[in-house]
């Protein structure tokens, strides 16, 4: 039986960031088009996301925020990320690089990775079906450029039934449409780091009732860390077209792109100090927020592929998204006030994720011993060192290299929904019905070895060799074996897979002059299909063989570990599931500028390939041994008050979630079955006077693990890098042609693991701007991200100080000022 696991979700107080919201006069709602570049300061605020139709946010029970272009580029981020990071009750752990991203939403966990229980979206239509696809993380195939006019965010409430496997909320990039006649093109380039970067925009009309908007990015450069090449390198060109008429639009859209980022994984800190009081320092020669474990001297990674042929992958990939999408959306009326709203996407989607993650770091003494015996010695294969021998304080990373090819993610997506409005009891009553359909492919290969690196920093980390005493080579050009030999060969695998996912949705609103009554189903049923092929399919190690990976006609020690998918021992896929989602809320207006609301909601996630290779799914038939382990569950409830009126606008909300969850970790390799409880506070709101803004917002939350089938030591205790309180701050300053402000990021201090032993201290990051406009149309910018070069760590692999004092964690990035020049026109 699946665990039950009590989710107390918190509930954040936050003073919002001006209105990233679509505005429109009330009377336009139904017929306005999603234009996300129309001015968005006006009389109301109205959302379009994960709700039946544009609504006013003060008269809506559902949570929601919103960033404007302008608040993202004061921020200064240099993920998707980072932007995240200032919605209320969003935690993202932007310290991965420019994707790979763990987020979670009002203390729902993250047991292994991804946004599990959040769905990001582009233009109202899921990015990939499931946010949590292992090493295929939605946000890698996303970049926020000047095509994006704002960010809206819902927490919880009705993301439950207007969107699948999303329970807990769901972020929506929305793009320009050319409705404002302009664009845009600048060129930026790091003052202190590898970065140069050109952005451009333009919209306009072609006619009264024809518009498009094209925009996009190139860069290259090293990127924040020193890696010892450029391993940021590549685009994005985006483009739509909007035709209207006469009680509707039909708008197309295309996407593409080519990027190369790294994937920035734990790496080695010095700890000491006691596990509720540690002192993290960096090693010698590694800076744990300036360097990362990739180097000019291990760029290519020798191994089998998916068919078990030989092949050199490039390292310097890192995360490689390759995006071919395109899409239509139109709305409609069929029939006197009846009116039909359709989106389709379908996205080619391919690349790579491939990153050094440290399996353990240990000095060359203690891991020449464990890995050759006594009397073993080592030294740099490659570097200025070549040939030398390695002293024996030199630190070394036993590597496993996660080389995954993305085959194919590719998805197919349509949301079709009809509206109509009713005079009803004094008010109105709002329907709206719909059909939602997705096919998800996950087809991957994973093709994972194990490598000796020196530590350290500069890009320039050699890779180190071992022989024995009985001078046997116990590495061959500093590989320790070709297949995940330090995680005990495991985890050469290779599958292919077809989720499909289908759902019939209805709501229904009813509005008075002051109440507002809604209630909303979802109907989820699915199939998962596919065949599955892996080292350690079935909980067993097999696929190791011999390979003269270097042609030399001699078989060495590290060429007799050899892993290869067992093609011919192929498991199914196989089952199908069902369930349905429900929510309930009531917003009652008190006076034109204050409100306060209430929800109850249910909402599921289905699992997806992290069930893969763990005990949910039977080897032999592909079916499930428990049919709870398809989806989990998400209980929420929540109340609040909304407040704007002049300059101040103030949103606070409390929420209590119960959360369950099945899910396995690639870097540990667990599995998880666990149940959660989280209760909180959120908060949001914003202040002007004059030339000053103020914009902040912050999340309490107090989370439980209340049940673990596989590990009842840990109920009880805080779900691991749960953070009591987080928030975000941004004061800015205008005086004519100059802006000047703050982006203020920051946590309390969290446990490294379920354990609760190691604590990963609380941390603040400031992100300063400051922008000048000589002339019009002309505008000189600086950026500085982590002003003051804080460490901030977000996860941390050790739940427990170990003997040697090394932690493998990751930290966000240290400081980096970019400059840049735009121009208008």
């Known amino acids: 039986m699946k665990a039950r696991t009590l989710l107390l979700a918190s509930s954040v107080f936050a003073f919002a960031a001006p209105a990233f919201a679509q505005t429109a006069p009330a009377a336009q709602q139904s017929d306005t088009p999603a234009a996300a570049d129309e001015p968005t300061e006006r009389t109301d605020d109205i959302i379009v996301t994960a709700v039946a139709r544009g609504t006013n946010r003060l008269s809506t029970s559902v949570s929601v925020s919103s960033l404007t272009a302008e608040d993202i580029a004061k921020q200064a981020p240099r993920s998707a990320a980072e932007i995240f990071r200032n919605i209320p009750g969003i935690r993202s752990e932007s310290s991965g690089g420019e994707g790979n991203a763990n987020i979670a939403v009002r203390g729902l966990p993250v047991a292994s990775g991804g946004a599990k229980f959040l769905q990001l979206q582009e233009d109202g239509l899921p990015i990939l ?453 429900y929510s309930f809320g009531a917003n009652y207006r008190l006076a034109p500028d204050f409100s306060v609301f209430g929800r109850y909601s249910r909402g599921g996630r289905a699992n997806a390939d992290r069930l893969l290779f763990g005990p949910a799914i039977n080897p032999v038939t592909g079916g499930l041994t428990d049919s709870s382990a398809a989806v989990d569950f998400v209980r929420q409830a929540e109340a609040g008050v909304k407040y704007r009126a002049g300059g101040v606008a103030l949103y606070a909300t409390g929420f209590y979630a119960t959360t369950e969850e099945q899910n396995f970790e690639a870097t540990t390799q667990r599995f998880f079955n666990r149940n959660y409880r989280a209760f909180g506070i959120e908060l949001e709101g914003s202040y002007r006077v004059g030339p000053f803004s103020l914009n902040a917002g912050g999340t309490w939350t107090d989370a439980q693990i209340t049940g673990d089938v596989l590990n009842p030591t840990v109920v009880g205790n805080t779900p691991r890098r749960q953070a009591a309180f987080i928030y975000q701050v941004t004061p800015q300053y205008d005086s004519g042609p100059f802006t000047l402000g703050a982006n203020v990021i920051g946590t309390t201090d969290s446990f490294a693991q379920d354990s609760n032993e190691l604590k990963l201290p609380g941390f603040t990051q400031v992100n300063a701007f400051l922008q000048f406009r000589p002339i019009k149309r002309v505008q000189l910018s600086v950026n500085a991200n982590n002003l003051f070069n804080v460490r901030g760590f977000t996860e941390a692999e050790e739940g427990a100080i170990p003997a040697n004092g090394i932690v493998r964690a990751r930290s966000i990035n240290g400081r980096t000022v970019s400059a840049a020049i735009k121009f208008d026109f």
Do not use: M
């Open 129 to 581: 079906e499931f946010g949590d696809i292992t090493f295929g993380n939605a946000d890698i195939f996303l970049r926020a450029d000047f095509n994006v006019a704002r960010v809206e965010a819902v927490r919880g409430g009705s993301a439950s039934t207007f969107a699948s496997n999303s329970p807990g909320g769901v972020i929506n990039l929305l793009s320009k449409t050319g409705d404002t006649e302009g664009g845009a093109i600048q060129a930026s380039a790091g003052l202190d780091y590898g970065d140069y970067r050109l952005d451009f925009d333009y919209g306009a009309h072609v006619s009264d009732s024809l518009r498009f908007h094209v925009g996009g990015f190139y860069r290259q450069g090293e990127g924040p860390r020193r890696a010892g090449y450029d391993g940021n390198r590549g685009g994005q060109i985006k483009l739509n077209i909007t035709k209207d008429f006469a009680g509707g639009y039909v708008r197309f859209y295309g996407k593409y792109l080519d990027d190369r980022a790294i994937g920035y994984l734990p790496n080695p800190v010095q700890v000491t100090g006691t596990n509720a009081n540690p002192v993290y320092r960096n090693l010698p020669n590694f800076s744990i927020n300036n360097d990362t474990l990739h180097s000019r001297f291990f760029t290519r990674n020798v191994t089998l592929d998916g068919n078990n042929n030989l092949v050199s992958d490039d390292i310097r990939e890192g995360q490689r998204p390759l995006v071919k999408s395109f899409g239509i959306e139109t709305k409609f009326e069929v029939a006197d006030g009846w009116k039909v709203t359709e989106r389709f996407g379908y996205s080619g989607i391919s690349g790579r994720f491939i990153s050094n993650f440290p399996a353990a770091v240990d000095t060359a003494a203690a891991t020449t011993t464990a890995l050759g015996g006594a009397g073993a010695r080592a030294t740099f294969f490659n570097g200025p060192n070549a040939g030398r021998a390695v002293s024996a304080t030199t630190l070394l990373a036993q590597v496993v290299v996660f080389d995954t090819k993305l085959n194919s993610l590719d998805n197919v997506t349509n949301d079709i929904r009809i509206n109509h409005a009713f005079d009803v009891g004094g008010g109105t009553l709002d329907f709206t019905g719909g059909f939602y359909a997705s096919r998800q492919t996950i087809n991957t290969d994973w093709q994972w070895t194990s490598a000796l690196l020196e530590v350290r920093g500069g890009g320039s980390a050699a890779l180190v060799n071992i022989t024995n005493a009985a001078g046997q080579a116990v590495t061959q050009d500093g590989f320790y074996g070709f297949g995940a030999r330090f995680f005990g060969n495991c985890c050469r695998r290779n599958y292919d897979l077809q989720y499909n996912t289908n759902a019939p949705f209805a709501s229904v609103t009813w509005q008075g002059s002051n109440l507002t009554l809604d209630g909303s189903l979802r109907y989820d049923f699915g199939s998962a299909r596919g065949s599955v092929a892996g080292s350690d399919l079935g909980g067993g190690r097999v696929g190791i063989t011999s390979f003269d990976i270097n042609g030399d006609g001699v078989i060495s020690l590290p060429e007799r570990q050899v892993s290869v998918v067992p093609l011919t021992n192929r498991s199914p896929l196989n089952y199908n599931y069902g369930y349905v989602s």
